[in-house]
Nanobody
Framework: QVQLVESGGGLVQAGESLRLSCATSGRTFTGFAIHWFRQAPGKEREFVTAITQSGSITYYADSVKGRFTISRDNAKNTVYLQMNSLKPEDTAVYYC??????????????????WGQGTQVTVSS
């Protein structure tokens, strides 16, 4: 079993940056693709970005391309999400999730082996 813990969220102004971390424990970290999803109030959880097990391939939602960067440090069992040029519409709870492959949808739930508890990101205008 794998456990995920997000950190790094907070309140920032538009145009500023934040770096989120997703620390994992349990089963072999390098066996999982790691995803970031986000959920704003009243909206469905949406895909943000993902990185393959080796870290060689990354995927991004169009809304964050060029502003967000996902990376992983397999020695530290941690994935990072660098978020630059933040916008008010980026405000959401951000979740990391582990899967055996990259999936850009939350359905079916069996695609993901574990989810973190989420970290709040609030961007003021």
């Amino acid at each position: 079993q794998v456990q995920l813990v997000e950190s790094g969220g907070g309140l920032v102004q538009a145009g500023e940056s934040l770096r989120l971390s997703c620390a994992t424990s349990g089963r072999t970290f390098t066996g999982f693709a790691i995803h970031w999803f986000r959920q704003a109030p009243g909206k469905e959880r949406e895909f943000v970005t993902a990185i393959t097990q080796s870290g060689s391939i990354t995927y991004y939602a169009d809304s964050v391309k060029g502003r967000f960067t996902i990376s992983r440090d397999n020695a530290k069992n941690t994935v990072y999400l660098q978020m630059n040029s933040l916008k008010p519409e980026d405000t959401a709870v951000y979740y990391c999730a582990a899967g055996r492959a990259v999936f850009t949808r939350t359905f079916p739930p069996s695609n993901f082996l574990a989810w973190g508890q989420g970290t709040q990101v609030t961007v003021s205008s």
